[in-house]
């Protein structure tokens, strides 16, 4: 490895021995180390039974019992616990724990829980819960207030405040310049580490939450980084610029935050500096805000092939009615592209109406093969995977992987077939229909995303719908057309 | 907000301006905050031209060239730059930057593209990147190798390195176990800020990869955690029991990489302590090695969904062909249920041969609605946001959501079906079998995820399989059912 793998921790414990400063061994220690309460079960969930304790002891009005058992919970937790709340407990709940409703219990909450909580508020207690809050979470709060509420919220901040909250809406929905903090410690590279380390003990309002120090010229923009593990590390006459890493990852104010996240993953960064058009300074983005935006945003790729909106469980029935029914009322249009196919064969059906029995098969295995091409195409699209070099060794790839499919299945059916009907020309029909269909299905899998993607629309939202319409249009058509042209119905 | 959101380093570099330190301002500075090399698009990938020059290059076997262009990379480009190359290409490529083929640039490979390199490797060149690597990176790619291989690399490496190794292959695969680092920094909380700081300038083998201190007690048991920055913001003589964060996630060895992903991002950390059976620190987690996992599992969820398997664009064909047909074979099982429910109301067809042309309607459109309800009860799921406690609370709020979703749907398909028809009995058929379809499919949607979950299944792998099925054939049922039993077909 790298380096010593020897566990490093009892170098320390032995060094300090060496050092003289002998170790004492309180036994009330041995407990602090487990920090899992009994609130939860082992995978990270809350405890059902703890949730229907609280539900109960909500119903009776015993506040303080309520108040004795969520005070020892992390702010995650307690902010998890609305979400598994029924919807009217949740006020009371909140009424209940008033001062324990942190910055942080409403950051971390889901959105949905959070929006329902916060429209029982006046601007004036949502503004004293945003001027906890970080930056970033505050603007997120904000922006997901209705315009009144939002306007008696930013009059009841102070004016600083207000005005960073401001500045930040200005950038666009999910650019770098909204998830950025502006509290962030940047020095110069004349500085030497005792400098720098001086200067953070003498200012108490700076943030905890930094992990590397930002080096900048007199004009405000980045020259390089010092991890603090770094500035830790080295005697304290070294200068900055001798241990910056002059190389770094700048995040433009105006990026997408998929594009930010993916810069983070590549890079294996932890925190970034965000510049303006200039290439100034203007803020920091860490990677525990990233988190959330990788996991959103391949969640909102699943939820988008499937056509479910937003499609969080806390999210009120009529907005999730509103996004599936738009989607359940394409999908009957293109529905019907694939019905009018079948009606002009309708004549061949009546001759052999076993063909309507089988002609499901070929439609919906096509399509599967369609949806598992274009889940690896919409994916390898988001997280920059298949780009313009790759793009026709990807088609070919497909393309060998439909063909292996198709003639597998067509054999599988076909041999099917011909132990039911014994009808040598029906077996025929089927396996070329079914292996056209799982060939046109990969095609159209790979196709139809990277045209959307060329054409600067997201692939995730539509394909579906293309996808499938292709493979029920074409499933239909080579089946019952093959069948009308081999004379397998005698017309 | 929680700390003043003025910009620190402006206060950084007006105290170093009082401290009498003027900065100075050499020109060719300005240059150096700017990193993205002309290698890259705007959207953190590698120029197709880019690549297009190394293909060429390496077909002209001009090597000299090539190592220029490729020197400046990142490693994380260097290994981009692979899996855009062709195949033909990587191995050449490999041999033409080899001195630039570190640790980093095979750990960051995707890895197929490694496996693939690898082969052409002998167990001692393994051994010699494998010991440039982290722990964690090293353990992935030993357990990638086949079994001989393995062996020939175990032997290769230093005893110490070839321990380690083999404990973490001792734990179960995606284990807490198998992604710690073992080189972390570990203190006892007798010592003052100063004691640490002087331990971590004595010690030039430490990592340089952490972000906390973790304190332990003299059985080597965590009992707290000290951020960096609260370090250095410390005065030397504070101890570190008095500035300490007693309470922390800790991570049992065990523990699913996936449950470690989701404690991760619920209690927003940067790293943990990983703890064995008697709750010894044996290991750290850092967060950039949980940002691969996460995106890694919401992708597998969006793959399993859609039967693709692995579903990586460099995974080999034949590995995908397997998983895929396997997926196929399976649907076309399921098929045949609603091809042998329509065969029983082939009569009924007969008489009617319009039915054939309407019912994949019936069942496409139920399927969508089911599909849709599936892909959000799978994520509520992973994310462990749907538990017992909510459980029944999410069943009723899809069963709201399709009797809306129904309603609509069967008025519009009503609508255009009168349209054509002109027939009210066929109307009253379709809309009330499309609107029973919808409520099915949302049914399923929730009800067999959750049942695969509560049986210990993974919802994402099996659940499109039955919900398909099922909307498939009670599709088809009720829609020609409906159509026999009201003497529709006048039979």
């Given amino acids: 490895m790298k380096?010593?793998?020897?566990?490093?921790?009892?170098?320390?414990?032995?060094?300090?021995?060496?050092?003289?400063?002998?170790?004492?061994?309180?036994?009330s220690l041995e407990e602090r180390g487990s920090s899992i309460p009994n609130s939860q079960e082992e995978e990270n969930r809350l405890a059902s039974e703890f949730v229907r304790q609280i539900v109960s002891l909500i119903e009776e009005g015993d506040n303080q019992a309520v108040y004795d058992m969520v005070a020892p919970l992390h702010p995650a937790d307690i902010a998890e616990l609305f979400a598994q709340a029924p919807v009217e407990i949740r006020r009371p709940l909140a009424a209940a724990i008033t001062d324990?409703?942190?910055?942080?219990?409403i950051s971390e909450m889901n959105e949905w829980v959070r929006e329902d909580l916060l429209?029982?508020?006046?601007?004036?207690?949502?503004?004293?819960?945003?001027?906890?809050?970080?930056l970033d979470d505050a603007v997120v709060i904000v922006s997901e207030l209705d315009a009144q509420k939002q306007q008696e919220t930013l009059q009841a901040l102070s004016s600083e405040d207000r005005a960073a909250i401001e500045r930040a809406l200005s950038f666009p929905l999910e650019s770098a310049g909204r998830m950025m903090q502006r509290n962030l410690v940047a020095v110069h590279e004349n500085m030497s580490v005792g400098d720098v380390i001086h200067y953070l003990r003498q200012n108490d309002d700076l943030t905890t939450d930094f992990w590397e120090v930002f080096v900048v010229d007199p004009s405000h923009r980045p020259i390089g980084t010092c991890k603090l593990s770094k500035l830790l590390r080295m005697p304290?006459?070294?200068?900055?610029?001798?241990?910056?890493?002059?190389?770094?990852?700048l995040i433009p104010v105006t990026m997408d935050q998929?594009?930010?996240?993916?810069?983070?993953?590549?890079?294996?960064?932890i925190s970034a500096a965000v510049v303006d058009e200039s290439g100034r300074l203007v803020g920091m983005i860490t990677v525990d805000d990233i988190i959330h935006i990788i996991r959103d945003e391949a969640d909102e790729d699943i939820l988008k092939l499937s056509g479910a909106g937003d499609g969080d469980i806390n999210?009120?029935?009529?907005?999730?009615y509103k996004s599936r029914v738009r989607w359940l009322i394409t999908n009957l249009g293109t529905a019907l592209v694939a019905s009018t196919i079948i009606g002009f064969f309708e004549g061949t059906i009546a001759r052999m109406v076993e063909l309507a029995t089988l002609m499901p098969i070929v439609a919906g295995v096509g399509g599967n093969a369609g949806s598992q091409t274009m889940a690896v195409t919409v994916r390898?699209?988001?997280?920059?995977?298949?780009?313009?070099?790759?793009?026709?060794?990807?088609i070919t790839r497909e393309l060998r992987i439909a063909l292996l499919n198709g003639l597998t299945v067509a054999c599988v059916l076909g041999a099917g077939t011909w132990l039911v009907f014994h009808n040598v020309l029906l077996t025929e029909v089927i396996a070329l229909a079914i292996m056209s269909n799982i060939i046109i299905g990969g095609l159209a899998g790979v196709l139809v995303p990277l045209t959307f993607d060329r054409a600067g629309s997201d692939p995730a939202v539509a394909s579906s719908i293309f996808v499938t319409m292709t493979t029920d249009a074409m499933g239909f058509l080579t089946f019952l057309g093959l069948a009308t042209v081999s004379g397998l119905t005698g017309a």
Same sequence: chains 1, 2.
């Fill in 100 to 105: 324990l409703m942190s910055g942080e219990v």
């Fill in 236 to 249: 304290r006459h070294a200068l900055i610029q001798d241990i910056m890493q002059p190389e770094q990852t």
């Fill in 3 to 27: 380096k010593s793998t020897i566990d490093n921790a009892e170098t320390a414990m032995d060094e300090q021995e060496k050092n003289g400063l002998a170790p004492d061994q309180p036994d």
């Fill in 380 to 394: 390898a699209l988001a997280t920059n995977q298949l780009t313009a070099s790759n793009c026709v060794r990807s």
């Fill in 258 to 269: 998929e594009e930010v996240a993916l810069r983070f993953q590549k890079y294996g960064l």
């Fill in 315 to 320: 999210e009120p029935v009529l907005d999730s």
């Fill in 119 to 134: 429209k029982s508020l006046t601007g004036q207690e949502v503004a004293n819960i945003i001027a906890q809050l970080d």
